[in-house]
């Protein structure tokens, strides 16, 4: 049973950078793709972008220039940094996995959640 | 960027039937998977591709996708069910997931 444990600082002041990392547990990073998605307070799911094992990156067009998004194979751990952090990047942060196989397969494993707050 | 359409809420009383449905430009053309998501949980894949279900899902949630429209149906709602539902889809010209803004489910 594959399971993700994602860590990062929680309080933020705006114009730092957000890091954040998550951790495979139980299966390898071949055949998948490892995705950031968020959740502002009180608003929908955001797909920030992801990863698969060959380092290939897919990014939200609205956040790609702040945004990148790295993998330690070594680790079994990928990473999200966003930088230059305002208000509105408050809210509720979640790792998560899809097959690289196609997009016929949602994201069947998430992480807990990390919750970030931006400060002015 | 492509844009996925949710009511913000449905309100359904217990051992009924629950429809949810996601507009967007010829979504029939997509595969749509749906999320359930509680307060202070991880949100949960309840349908993929449209219509299957992932194990360990009752098969009281079903779903279909035509025209304009994808449907998330939960029948014989449960107290349990009482969530928010989100639809998802890939954007092809944009290359990343786009999500619909959720629907809260209340069970009355």
């Known amino acids: 049973q594959v399971q993700l444990q994602q860590w990062g600082a929680g309080l933020l002041k705006a114009s730092e950078t957000l890091s954040l990392t998550c951790a495979v547990y139980?299966?390898?990073?071949?055949?998948?793709?490892w995705s950031w998605i968020r959740q502002p307070p009180g608003k929908g799911l955001e797909s920030i972008g992801d990863i698969n094992h060959r380092g290939s990156t897919n990014y939200n067009p609205s956040l790609e220039s702040r945004v990148t998004i790295s993998l330690d194979m070594s680790k079994n751990q990928f990473s999200l940094n966003l930088s230059s952090v305002t208000a509105a990047d408050t809210g509720v942060y979640y790792c998560?996995?899809?097959?690289?196989?196609?997009?016929?397969?949602?994201?069947?494993?998430w992480g807990q959640g990390t919750t970030v707050a931006v400060s002015s | 960027s492509y844009v996925l359409t949710q009511p913000p809420s449905v309100s359904v009383a217990p051992g009924q039937t629950a429809m949810i449905t996601c507009g967007g430009d010829n979504i029939g053309s997509k595969s749509v998977h749906w999320y359930q998501l509680k307060p202070g949980q991880a949100p949960v894949l309840v349908v993929y591709d449209d219509s299957d279900r992932p194990s360990g899902i009752p098969e009281r949630f079903s779903g279909s996708n035509s025209g304009n429209t994808a449907t998330l149906t939960i029948s014989r709602v449960e107290a349990g069910d009482e969530a928010d539902y989100f639809c998802q889809v890939w954007d092809t010209h944009s290359n990343h997931w786009v999500f619909g803004g959720g629907t809260k489910l209340t069970v009355l």
């Open positions: 139980g299966g390898s990073f071949s055949g998948y793709y």
């Open positions: 998560a996995r899809y097959p690289d196989s196609g997009y016929y397969y949602g994201m069947d494993v």
